[in-house]
């Protein structure tokens, strides 16, 4: 099974991967990275590892390990 493994250093906060997720498995509860910028937190029970996230992210945050 693939896992899915968040840079949150990366993280610019934009959202994409936010609004991409149908299973509504990221959030970004307002938790800032080092740079200030509101990272993305994952509910790995609600996410089924489809890559939606990985495909519309601009900054490179997730990797899918297998």
């Known amino acids: 099974m693939q896992k ?3 840079n949150i250093e990366r ?3 934009c959202g994409y991967c936010v609004d991409a997720c149908k299973q509504k498995a990221l959030s970004q ?3 800032l990275n080092k740079k200030g910028y509101s990272i993305v937190v994952a509910d790995e029970e609600k996410c089924i590892q489809c890559g939606m996230c990985y ?3 601009p ?3 997730f990797e899918i390990l297998e």
Do not use: H, T
């Open 4 to 6: 899915l493994k968040l």
């Open 59 to 61: 900054d490179c945050v």
């Open 29 to 31: 509860p307002g938790q």
């Open 55 to 57: 495909r519309m992210c």
């Open 11 to 13: 993280c610019k906060g």
